[in-house]
T-cell receptor
Framework: GDSVTQMEGPVTLSEEAFLTINCTYTATGYPSLFWYVQYPGEGLQLLLK?????DKGSNKGFEATYRKETTSFHLEKGSVQVSDSAVYFC????????????FGQGTRLTINP | DTGVSQDPRHKITKRGQNVTFRCDPI?????LYWYRQTLGQGPEFLTYFQNEAQLEKSRLLSDRFSAERPKGSFSTLEIQRTEQGDSAMYLCASSQTEVAEKLFFGSGTQLSVL
C-alpha cells in the first residue's frame, strides 16, 4: 500500500539556519503530496502541496518540490525562525479509490534563538 | 468559519467501558474523516464520510468501533469495550468535495484507557 517515510527527529536548529526535512513516498500512480504542520496546542494545518511531478509548493518561506524520479518531497526553508518550531508531517493522497491522506511519522523541529 | 470542533478534548475511561466522541465539521464541508494518532506517529486513517454515507473503513477499525454521520452534519465515533491499546488522539477533519485535498483538522480528543 501507499506509504510515506520522513527523516527521524527531533531536529534542533538555531534561528536563521537552513532547514531540510527529508520525505520519500511509495505509491501507485501519481499521488498528490503535502506538508502539514502542527504547532503546539493546535490542530494539523496544511502548509503546502504539489499535485504533479516537478511542481513546487510554497508557503510562509517553506518550499518543497515533487520529484517523481526520486519519489521525494523534501521540505526546505532558507532561514528558520523560533515561530517555526512545530511538528511537520509529510503526506500523500492517491488518485484512485478513497481520497484519504497517508501520513509520515512526523518530524519535531525546535528552533533556538 | 469556526473551524472543526471536537468534543471532549480529553477522555479518561476504564478498560471495558464504552466511549463516544463528537466532531462538528466546518458547516459547508461535505467530507468528514476520522484519524487516530499515537505518540510519535503520524495520523492513521480510520474512516471517511461523503455527506451521510460512510464510504471507506480502515482495517484498523475493528468491530468495536462505529462511526455515524446522521444527516451529513456532525459525526460521532463510538468505541465499545475499550482496551488499553485504544489510548490515542482521535482526530477529525473535514473538506469540500471540490477541494478534497485540503483537509481542516480539529484539535482532537485524547483518549486514555486505564
Amino acid at each position: 500500500g501507499d506509504s510515506v517515510t520522513q527523516m527521524e527527529g527531533p531536529v534542533t536548529l538555531s534561528e536563521e539556519a537552513f532547514l531540510t526535512i527529508n520525505c520519500t513516498y511509495t505509491a501507485t500512480g501519481y499521488p498528490s503530496l503535502f506538508w502539514y504542520v502542527q504547532y503546539p496546542g493546535e490542530g494539523l494545518q496544511l502548509l503546502l502541496k504539489a499535485t504533479k511531478a516537478d511542481d513546487k509548493g510554497s508557503n510562509k518561506g517553506f518550499e518543497a518540490t515533487y520529484r517523481k524520479e526520486t519519489t521525494s518531497f523534501h521540505l526546505e526553508k532558507g532561514s528558520v525562525q523560533v515561530s517555526d518550531s512545530a511538528v511537520y508531517f509529510c503526506a500523500l493522497m492517491g488518485r484512485r479509490g478513497a481520497q484519504k491522506l497517508v501520513f509520515g511519522q512526523g518530524t519535531r523541529l525546535t528552533i533556538n534563538p | 468559519d469556526t473551524g472543526v470542533s471536537q468534543d471532549p478534548r480529553h477522555k479518561i475511561t476504564k478498560r471495558g467501558q464504552n466511549v463516544t466522541f463528537r466532531c462538528d465539521p466546518i458547516s459547508e464541508h461535505n467530507r468528514l474523516y476520522w484519524y487516530r494518532q499515537t505518540l510519535g506517529q503520524g495520523p492513521e486513517f480510520l474512516t471517511y464520510f461523503q455527506n451521510e454515507a460512510q464510504l471507506e473503513k480502515s482495517r484498523l477499525l475493528s468491530d468495536r468501533f462505529s462511526a455515524e454521520r446522521p444527516k451529513g452534519s456532525f459525526s460521532t465515533l463510538e468505541i465499545q469495550r475499550t482496551e488499553q491499546g485504544d489510548s490515542a488522539m482521535y482526530l477529525c477533519a473535514s473538506s469540500q468535495t471540490e477541494v478534497a485535498e485540503k483537509l481542516f483538522f480539529g484539535s482532537g480528543t485524547q483518549l486514555s484507557v486505564l
